[in-house]
């Protein structure tokens, strides 16, 4: 079931348009990653489907909302969070809790129990303006889920901390999937091949790719064999990849990159000329393409 | 309701955090104490600045009570109003400017008791502190000159009170569309001057205008009774606070808000 449906998604800054017509469902339980270069709409979708922005034309369609007004079913986290730096973390999230219709009793518990769960329950009685920039993330966190929203929109949550911060927010993603559904952004591949089922491709304000994780690899993930010699890596390669139908061939630096149709046949052929011309081989590997290739490969067309 | 009480306790609980609770009264103190004390003092001062030259004779009017607080409430005109708009200037344009109202207007927050809350928490600060200032220097008129009554204090100080919240009001209505603290700030105080300029020359055109609530406070305090012109401007003042009231949540409610 879908949780919101969007439809022909339109928006326009003065002269230059940044959304050029948008259409896509978020399956209810998913986890899924708007996934784009910098500037490709990412940020001003988000601010679209959480109301702060509205689009130029094309419709936004959430299930259960009430007189259009969607904003009780879902989280939000800006990309770059601000809080009240005045208030403890505990008042920010009572008071946001309370904001979305809980009662004083219900958004005390629930503020202890989700300062617990994103991991600054020791700073809940400091000022936020005292709080890390990780720690200021997760509280962004906690309080988009505060109210139990059936979709939780995260702007690049991950792009701005350090390693571990990185490493725990991912993890808290993780424990997230299993209760709502996610949309967050980033530019970062690996981020959302770690934790999203699905993944929505922007560039240059359309949808140029989607599907499951899976359904992208097969569908763009070629096999290859990548070599390295001790030496003269692209003379050995060229002469190997004369020997079997090559689809193309790749060197980078010390190290070459065979994409081929059949990679056991190719295994075959090149193992047994490299042996038999006793070529100083250092590398065998047999790889298929990232997601990082597809990534720019679907940036290039 | 609740929701209301939530974003205005807030409002409350931001005030004491920043301790607007205790400068913005000290400062609508000082402000109106300052004139009738100057006034009576006057003479002494002179003295001690080095006297007038020998056979200099100044005749220095012994102002009434009623000039001494009517001069309290001339520098509300000026400071007052200054210290209001620089107060509320940023209620909305501030937040939305440093991001968090991204954050807060995500949640279902209805956008009426969002600008009605902040309108009421700034209302209630800033009445505070013009009553404990003009109640002040009321009370010091007293001991110093002799006391005003206590109906005219009280109706002058309600009459005036409305003035003081038509600037609110209007400060509010900007930001509900500027974004920058600092326009609001100026579009505020540039209107709140014109208003005052051109409805004092061309009183007789305007005699309705809000900003010559002032002029008949004046009357009020003088005790020469209530001016006819009066009920009107009142009831003028009224509706255009809470039409600009409506107004900005009106416009409020179509801005984008990131």
């Known amino acids: 079931m879908p949780v919101v449906s969007i439809n022909g998604l339109k928006k326009r800054f003065q002269d230059q348009e940044v959304i050029k017509g948008l259409d896509f469902q978020l399956t209810e339980g998913k986890c899924v990653a708007l996934l784009g270069a910098n500037g490709a709409g990412k940020t001003t979708t988000l601010k679209m489907l959480s109301g702060l922005m509205k689009p130029d034309s094309g419709t936004i369609v959430f299930e ?4 259009g007004d969607f904003r009780s079913l879902i989280g939000y986290l800006p990309q770059y969070p601000v809080f009240y730096d005045w208030m403890t973390g505990r008042e920010f999230l009572e008071y946001t809790g309370k904001l979305a219709g809980l009662s004083n009793k219900e958004a005390k518990g629930r503020a202890q129990e989700l300062l617990e769960l994103v991991g600054i329950a020791d700073a809940k009685n400091r000022r936020i303006g005292k709080y890390s920039g990780g720690m200021k993330q997760r509280l962004g966190i906690a309080q988009a889920i505060i109210h139990r929203p059936k979709l939780v929109m995260l702007d690049e949550p991950v792009s701005a901390l350090d390693p571990f ?3 725990e927010v991912l993890e808290l993603m993780e424990k997230l999937k299993k209760e709502t559904t996610i949309l967050f952004s980033t530019h970062i ?4 091949e770690e934790v999203c089922d699905e993944i929505l491709f922007l560039h240059n304000g359309k949808l140029v790719e989607a599907g499951t994780m899976s359904q992208l690899k097969d569908k763009h993930q070629q096999a290859k064999i990548d070599l390295v010699f001790k030496e003269n890596t692209s003379r050995y390669s060229e002469e190997l990849s004369v020997l079997y139908p090559v689809t193309s061939i790749k060197i980078n630096g010390e190290k070459a990159s065979l994409f081929v149709e059949d990679v056991e046949g190719a ?5 047994t000329e490299i042996t038999s011309r006793n070529l100083p081989l250092i590398k065998f590997e047999i790889s298929r393409t990232s997601l990082e290739d597809v990534f720019m490969k679907v940036v290039q067309k | 309701m609740k929701q209301w009480l939530t974003l205005y306790k807030k409002e409350l609980l931001e005030m004491v955090r920043n301790y607007k609770w205790i400068w913005v009264p000290l400062t609508f103190i000082l402000i109106a104490v300052k004139e009738p004390m100057t006034l009576y003092y006057m003479p002494q001062i002179i003295d001690s600045l080095g006297g007038l030259p020998e056979g200099a004779v100044i005749e220095l009017p012994v102002p009434s009570a009623g000039e001494a607080l009517a001069a309290s409430l001339s520098q509300y005109n000026t400071l007052g109003v200054l210290i209001i708009v620089l107060i509320t200037m940023g209620v909305i344009a501030g937040e939305r400017k440093s991001g968090v109202a991204g954050i807060i207007l995500v ?11 902040k309108w009421a ?9 013009y009553f404990c200032g003009y109640f002040l220097s009321w009370y010091y008129v007293g001991i110093l000159f002799e006391f005003i009554s206590f109906t005219d204090f009280i109706q002058s100080f309600f009459v005036y009170g409305i003035w003081l919240t038509f600037v609110l009001t209007i400060t509010i209505f900007f930001n509900s569309f500027l974004q920058s603290p600092g326009a609001v700030g100026f579009i505020t105080m540039g209107i709140t001057i014109l208003l005052s300029l051109v409805s004092s020359s061309l009183s007789h055109l305007l005699d309705w205008s809000p900003a010559l609530l002032s002029v008949y406070t004046n ?11 009066l009920m009107p401007t009142i009831l003028i003042s009224l509706f255009m606070i809470i039409l600009s009231l409506f107004a900005s949540i009106a416009i409020f409610r179509k801005r984008e808000l990131a």
């Open chain 1, 64 to 67: 259960g909302a009430e007189k």
């Open chain 1, 165 to 167: 911060g990185r490493r």
């Open chain 1, 189 to 192: 591949l690996n981020d959302a």
């Open chain 1, 267 to 271: 295994k075959k052929l090149f193992l």
């Open chain 2, 107 to 117: 949640k279902p927050v209805s956008y009426a008791r969002f600008v009605t809350a």
């Open chain 2, 121 to 129: 928490g700034v209302m209630l600060l800033i009445w505070f502190s």
């Open chain 2, 219 to 229: 009357t009020l305090i003088m005790g020469n009774g209530f001016p006819e012109e």
